[in-house]
């Protein structure tokens, strides 16, 4: 497929969307309701099926109980919203912007707006199935099934609400996000760590064709599998000088190949690329760090001077790195005989993470105790080519 890398991304995208899972579940709600009134209509026997306490809701009182459901739901829809909106403002103004994507991301905002969105929207559905009154001159149907259908969601969304109170405030919580962006770091490191770098040590001669993607913003995503096929269909070399995370322009190089090529291959390899307006974390394992790191210079900037908080997220880098070093020396991308990229070393983890917050903690006697402190126990904890490699960098740091 020529634009993997592009659908690879658009389905991140749409997976860290505020707005899928609402609409999915809407959509289901739509369906659910119209299947729900078709056979009731078709098959009165069904209402027979449902307690006789529960199966005898006049047609006022019907719409009664559906109009109350419809506007409660969407009136507390509107207050979680503006919940939602106030927390990533706060988290935004306060650990960083990037972190924004992070509260895009989370299940439970997704799922618990779109459960009450899916309600309001079954209930509006059944409530125009209702037939007849006291002035019509239709035959009176009242879907006695999908009615009940609705209370059930109804109290669904009561404890949907109750839920969101108490995930809202847990999102925020500084040690949380920490947490998480620690957890999933330690997950990256251990995922990409190999114990050798293949095809990372071959330099790109001077006669190799480079090649732009002639367009502006940063490497979100690479498809390498079909870089090396083409590459093995072309039985050439191919360097990739840009990996996800980097910013491109449209006169960079961002590749290079052993021998010239035709506009179809090219344009093939262009496509292999997904580019975007922003860095993210996917194929990129040190967007996580960074955000740790970021998240260490505004704990310890003036208007806030919070050690406490930097040393955490200190913790989470240093079981990062632990984790990711018990299984190699090399993490993130790795290439192959023909597809040639410069993976993560050691060092380049090292810089930056601990390198990078340096900076940062140098200030504070504190957290600079604790920087010096975790190092010492990651190295500890660490055995052959791995200790001697932060031993090294520790001492060149010193």
Known sequence: MK??????????????????????????AVITARVLVWVEYENHWVSDLIPSSLN???????????????????GVTGVMFSVTMVAVSFASGNFGPRLIENFMRDRGNQWSLGILIATFVFTLMVMRSIQGGASDGVDPFVPQMPIVVAMSLALLSVSVVIYFVHHVPETINVSNISAGLGQGFCTQMAKTARKDA????????KSATGISLETNGYVQRIDLTKISDIADASDITIWIDRVPGDFVHSGQ???????????????????????GSIKTEDQNLLFLAEQQVEMIARALSPGV????TAINCLNWLAAGLARGMQKGVSFGLHGSERVILRPLEIEDVLDATFGAAFQYVEDDKMTKAAWAKILDDLQISLEGDAQKKVNGWIESRA
């Open 198 to 205: 293949t095809g990372a040590r071959k330099r790109a001669p």
């Open 3 to 28: 634009y993997r890398a592009f659908l690879l991304k658009l389905i991140s995208d749409i997976r860290a969307s505020y707005w899928f899972i609402p609409a999915c579940l809407a959509g289901l």
């Open 56 to 74: 005898d809701t006049k047609i006022e009182d019907a719409r009664l109980i559906l109009s109350v459901i419809a506007q409660s739901i969407i």
């Open 253 to 275: 190089t961002a590749l290079r190949c052993s021998s010239p090529l035709d506009e179809a291959q090219i344009s093939a390899l262009r496509a292999c690329f997904a580019i």
């Open 305 to 308: 001077n919070d050690p406490f």
